[in-house]
């Protein structure tokens, strides 16, 4: 005969989502790591491709230079005439795409509010970037988190 699984319930506190860009506070176990969506698949499967998920924020800058150089870049968002100074390391071709400004998710989309590009701020959640104003994927939170735990007293 089968011993029936312990149900043992695990205290729920607050967590801080350790999804990038996220950083959304849920109710979790303790090595809960990530909010009720960003524990889905689908994010899973996005951590795993890295070199997207860095091109979100950041472009990759081709250049043969042997010696730290000072460059101005323009800001990569939609009307922004700024530009920012960066600085280029050798063998280093990761660097941020958006003024120093313009790296904060929020003040991206309050910008594209202003200029009334919301197509844009669309297409950035799209890209994964924006979970923060998705709050309609709130609803049903608690049931989620409790078969999560579920789950997770069965491995354990
Ligand atoms: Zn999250
Ligand atoms: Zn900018």
């Known amino acids: 005969m089968q011993l029936p699984k312990s149900r043992r319930r695990q205290k729920l506190r607050e967590k801080r989502c350790q999804y990038p860009g996220c950083g959304k506070i849920f109710f979790g176990i303790h090595i809960s790591k990530y909010c009720p969506?960003?524990?889905q698949d689908r994010y899973r499967i996005r951590k795993r491709t890295k070199p997207e998920d860095v091109n979100i924020k950041n472009q990759t800058y081709k250049h043969t230079y042997t010696e730290v150089v000072t460059m101005v870049m323009?800001?990569?968002?939609?009307?922004?005439?700024?530009?920012?100074?960066?600085?280029?390391?050798?063998?280093?071709?990761?660097?941020?795409?958006?003024?120093?400004?313009?790296?904060?998710?929020?003040?991206?989309i309050r910008h594209l509010q202003l200029i009334g590009r919301e197509d844009l701020i669309e297409e950035m959640k799209r890209d994964g970037e924006s979970f923060e104003f998705d709050q309609g994927a709130l609803g049903g939170e608690e049931e989620n988190e409790a078969v999560d735990a579920d789950v997770v007293d069965d491995v354990a």
């Open 74 to 108: 323009d800001c990569a968002l939609e009307g922004c005439e700024h530009q920012f100074e960066v600085k280029i390391y050798p063998r280093q071709y990761i660097y941020p795409k958006y003024c120093p400004e313009h790296r904060n998710e929020y003040k991206r």
């Open 37 to 39: 969506e960003h524990r």
